[in-house]
Structures are given as structure tokens and as C-alpha cells.
């Protein structure tokens, strides 16, 4: 089987690094794991390559991703924000990332940390996955219906089945990493 990196890693440089180096590497820790939330929220509707553009925008302006200070945003800052050309300027997804905060800090709470509670749906390992072809990669999973359903249940928001799949390929909860991938192995044996 000839080696063949995961197409869409080849569409940006940004991508390619994130695919090599992130996506699919199982993430246990909370700060990051908010982040690559907000990230995926921000996505919904959006092509990667622009979330990866905006990251480092989003980071400043949404205070390091720090969902105890993003918990208690007020007009002013939404304001302020909905007017910041370096983020995602949509209402709705801003003021989802602030409702996901208090959801995530109450989550935290609850089961110590976010990573137990949502690794606990894989039982803290990875579903590797096996696809041939990116058309073999699914938007979403019935498990990505239960853990959205779950998390809008707890308060979370702007957080669907395909997000919460984008989201579970991000954090490694999944590796969808192709089997001809020179990726997928290193990214299953980085548990």
C-alpha cells in the first residue's frame, strides 16, 4: 500500500501542519480541549484553513480561551468583539462560546474535568478507524449524536452532530487519519 497523506491536509500549509501534528492526537488537556471546542463551534459553516487563519486572532481576543474569564462577558465585550475583523464575527457563535464556558466550567465540576467526562464515552481510548478514502470518513456517528444531545443537555450550544464528530477528530477521540496515511499510525500509537 503506497503512502498518501489525508487529502484535505493538502489544501494550506496551516493545514498540513495541523493534520501532522495535531488532528487526531488524542488531547487530555482542558485548557486545549476548550480551545479546539470554541475552534470547532467557530467552524460550523466554515472552511478550516479560515479557523486555522483566525486562531491565533480568536486566542487574543477571547482571552487565551480561558472560559473562566469568557464565562462572564458582557455586552460591552460581545460588542466589542462582534466589531474584531482577526475572529469569527457571528452572534450567535460568540455568544455560544460564552454559554460553553459556564457549560464547560460546570462540566469540570461535576467530573473533575472535562477530558474525564468526555473521554469517559470511548472509555479513555481512541477509535481507530480504518478508511481507504476521505468519502469513507463520516460527518457524524451515532456516538457524536449521543455526545451532542448530552452536551446540549448540560447547557452547551452551537454543538451538533457534525461538530461534536469535527471535534472528537480533533481531540483524537477518533483517528480518521487514512490507513495509507504515514499519519495514522504515529497518531494511534501516540496514546
Known sequence: MTEEICPWAL???????YHDKAWGFPLHDDAMLFEMLVLETMQAGLSWTTILKKREGMKQAFDQFNPTIIQSYQE???????????????????????????????????????????????DNQPIQNKFKTIEEVPAHTPLAEQISKDLKKLGFKFI??????????SIGMVNDH??????????????
Not at 489544501?11 to 501542519?17: A, D, Q
Not at 452532530?161 to 472528537?168: D, K
Open 11 to 17: 489544501r494550506s500549509e496551516l493545514e498540513l501542519e
Open 76 to 122: 460591552d465585550k460581545i460588542a466589542e468583539l462582534l466589531q474584531d475583523e482577526s475572529i469569527i464575527r457571528n452572534k450567535l457563535k460568540v455568544n455560544a462560546t460564552i454559554s460553553n464556558a459556564a457549560a464547560f466550567l460546570a462540566v469540570q465540576k461535576q467530573y473533575g474535568s472535562f477530558d474525564s467526562f468526555i473521554w469517559s464515552y470511548v
Open 160 to 169: 451538533g452532530p457534525t461538530t461534536v464528530y469535527a471535534f472528537m477528530q
Open 178 to 191: 487514512l490507513v495509507t496515511c504515514p499519519i495514522h499510525q504515529k497518531a494511534a500509537t501516540h496514546v
